[in-house]
């Protein structure tokens, strides 16, 4: 019977833990600025800052849409203008 109810614990702890991670996820505001405390690290090639990693992994939901919007490409040609 122990065994039982430790297994139904952990089955509803993996429940709970797979649904609260794309609400997580879905909480982060995209915003490219958030990323300024990485620019050190951009134009310097210095080792990021720890606040930079942070901000990196708050952000990563957000990278793909970044790397598809024209305004955030630097020193490209935009074909659209």
Same mark, same amino acid.
């Given at each position: 019977?122990?065994?039982?109810? #430790?297994?139904?614990?952990?089955? +509803? ?5 797979? =649904? ?11 915003? /490219? ?5 990485? +620019? /050190? ?9 720890? #606040? ?5 992994? =708050?952000?990563? /939901? ?13 020193? =490209?040609?935009?074909? =659209?203008?």
């Amino acid at each position: 019977m122990m065994m039982k109810s #430790a297994m139904c614990a952990l089955v +509803l702890v993996a429940l709970v833990v797979v =649904e609260v991670g794309p609400m997580a996820e879905a909480a982060v505001t995209c915003n /490219p600025t958030q990323l300024t405390p990485c +620019l /050190p690290a951009i134009n310097s090639g210095s080792a990021p800052s720890s #606040a930079c990693c942070q901000k990196l992994k =708050e952000q990563k /939901p957000c990278f793909c849409g970044y790397l598809k919007n024209p305004s955030l490409k630097h020193g =490209e040609k935009n074909p =659209e203008k």
